[in-house]
């Protein structure tokens, strides 16, 4: 029997002391106790003291009487901190992996090794993910699911976990994300290295102003092209060109697809949509303050450096196994036939009812990297679950099936749509309201087919965690809250799941360009298949 002595992450969360503690419990096979100061606790385990470093979330280091081991987790949160300032990279080589004493992070860090290569709304907390991997008990090898998988973070965190992570997505461009992300975690740094160079040197050189038209935008469709020319400036066009010649004789295929996404994650910045606005809006700025060369050298820098400094410091992961591929969580075990009954665990964060507008946040990166054409934009936004585009006939089909389907959604939900109805009855609002009630049922029953697919996907006491986001409406001029989470876990159990006790989640103060419409609270669900 051992004894270790564990120090819990001075700056988490209460809600992550409480998943803490729960980690711990689940690999140590016991209770912690309180140690010397709130920051420590003390469990006497027969689990290697290795095991422990290497799997858990929230805690900084383990020690016993003869060895202390910074967590693995800590040092690949500290790696961030070395190119906080820009570190030029033959330092940044030579300063990695850290000796004693790894400077530890003192805040917060998301954005560690593949984690920031994007800025996502919604995105995950990497350190949940995999705290909830272990509290759910799986082993190395273990297949980890997220049917909504946005940009990666869930399959990310499973393959650094040594599990089989699959995923799926119906934004073509968080699926191209998600891949990058992986496939980097397994990539060569020299490689990475010398195609970064390359590139910054190709889009330094002086620019040939005789060149022929613009190679890469003209393979575009002509639609595609049209609609571009409304949001950038002829110059800006131009200087992507040249950032996409550059990109395009890239020979390896990790730095080239981060070359793609740090490209992606510019676009906004260098156009004329308004840069923190969910929808698309246009906000024309004279072409002398947008430089999308600078722009993207600086995000690929960034992200180079960050990756880099992962891969020195945690090693390249050569044996990862990750699958994330397009298609609709509705049809999460069709398209995975292979998992069914056999995943482990499923942890994802499935859209608020009606509160974004998914696509067209990523609209212009997906029309300019050719990933969806502007023709199929809107047939691909009706499919996605939380649209809030609506037609007329779309509103009275989905109150008929409300009416039909009564017996498959709970009478919470009835009540919610009903309560809606009736107070925004004979008042003047608005065609966004009136549609509410439509929306929120098509919305819920999207979500019972969902959780139907995961209970399909599930192994015999498998566990799913949804990280659930409540929202709120004016019905009849009076705040109406939509408590999402309490009416999930109410389809849940409609579908057989054991309910266990959900964790309410202190909303973090978001640092992505879309924190004005963060959600007021979060939950997450545990929902257990029965054995």
Known sequence: MNSYNCKIKDYIQPFERKLALKELSTISGVSPSAGANQSNFIVETNIRLGTLAERLAYWESISSQSSSRVTIQSQREASINAVRNGIDLETLKKI????????????????????????YRGKFF????????????ASKKAIVADPMSGSGTTIVEAALMGCHGIG?????????????????????????????????????????????????????????????KNWFSDDVLNGLDDIVKAISDVKYKPAKNLMWVSLSNVLRTVSWQKDDDLRVRKEVR??????????????????VRAILAFLYQNGS??????????????QFSSVWKEFRNKVDVVITSPPYATALPYLDTDRLSLIYLGLLKRQEHRAHDHKMI?????????????????????????????ELIKKIES???????????????????????????????????LKPGGTAFFVVGN??????????DILTANLLEDIAGMLNFEIQDSISMEMLISRDIFKKNASESEKILVLKKPR
């Open 96 to 119: 990695l992996p850290f000796s004693d004493p790894i400077p530890l992070p003192n805040r917060r860090c998301l954005r560690y090794g593949t984690h920031g290569i994007h800025e």
């Open 168 to 228: 799926l997505d119906m934004n073509p461009l968080s699926v191209f994300i998600g891949n990058t992300k992986c496939e980097l975690l397994k990539s060569d740094p020299s490689k990475i290295k010398s195609s970064y160079l390359k590139v910054r040197e190709s889009v330094l050189a002086p620019e040939d102003r005789k060149k022929s038209p613009l190679n890469y935008f003209s393979t575009l469709s002509a639609e595609d092209q049209e609609y571009l």
């Open 386 to 414: 939380g649209n809030r585009e609506i037609s007329e006939k779309l509103r009275k089909d989905y109150l008929v099936q409300l009416s039909v389907g009564k017996s498959e959604l709970p009478k919470s939900v009835h």
């Open 126 to 137: 990497p350190q949940l993910v995999r705290s909830l991997i272990n509290i759910a008990g």
């Open 286 to 303: 004279l072409d002398k303050e947008i430089d999308p060369k600078l722009e993207f050298l600086e995000e690929l820098g960034r992200s």
């Open 471 to 480: 929202n709120h409406t004016i019905a009849g001029g009076q705040r109406v």
């Open 423 to 457: 107070k925004n009855e004979g008042t003047d609002a608005g065609f966004r309201r009136r549609n509410l009630p439509a929306l929120l049922a098509k919305y819920f029953f999207d979500m019972r087919a969902v959780l139907s697919e995961v209970y399909s996907a």
């Open 317 to 330: 992961e050569t044996d990862i196994k990750y699958d994330i591929v397009d298609g609709d969580a509705r």
